[in-house]
């Protein structure tokens, strides 16, 4: 057999392509979905652009009351959520995402200015590891260096 390149859509729209030569499959590439919640415009647009210029797909949302919804329609690999929203705080959208089982297991990166806020979520997460074992809290300000190297490590993770 020569070789074949089948390409199926993945969880999200996403695309993955493979080489099947002699049976044996190898990944092209993975475009990695990542979704983006903050009340900041200005930082939304920074996100993205600095996310899309690593290949992953990015989607943006300014509304936090909508977060829960748009996870759970659009299973990114990733969120990306600012605790501190106009409309609802992170931590409650936090709260719906890991109590449904649809969205439970999606890696979670909530960042905030805010000191007390973000020992109350690292509180929270250490005192339930289990049900917050991909949430992981970032301050700010904070490297874009340091949070792309974060979301890098919970995108390529090996599969259990």
């Known amino acids: 057999m020569v070789g074949s390149i089948v390409i199926k859509f993945i969880t999200g ?3 993955s392509a493979y080489v099947v030569r002699c049976g044996i499959r ?11 919640v903050d009340d900041k415009n200005e930082l939304l647009s920074l996100m993205r652009r600095v996310l899309e210029d690593e290949n992953y797909q990015v989607s943006i949302l300014q ?11 659009q299973l990114p690999d990733l969120l990306l959520l600012d605790l501190k929203l106009g409309d609802i705080s992170g931590q ?4 719906q995402l890991r109590n449904d089982p649809v969205t439970a297991e999606i890696p979670v990166i909530v960042y905030t200015a805010a000191v007390l806020e973000a020992e109350q979520v690292s509180q929270l997460i250490a005192s339930n590891a289990q049900r917050y074992q991909n949430v992981y809290v970032v301050q700010k300000p904070f490297e874009l260096d ?12 090996p599969v259990r």
Request: aromatic share 4%; charged share 30%.
């Open 92 to 95: 409650d959208v936090l709260n």
């Open 63 to 73: 509304e936090g009351k909508e977060a829960f919804m748009k996870v759970k329609n």
């Open 13 to 15: 729209g996403a695309l």
């Open 26 to 36: 190898r990944e092209l590439f993975v475009t990695k979905q990542i979704l983006v």
């Open 146 to 157: 340091s949070l792309l190297d974060l979301v890098e490590q919970l995108l390529n993770k």
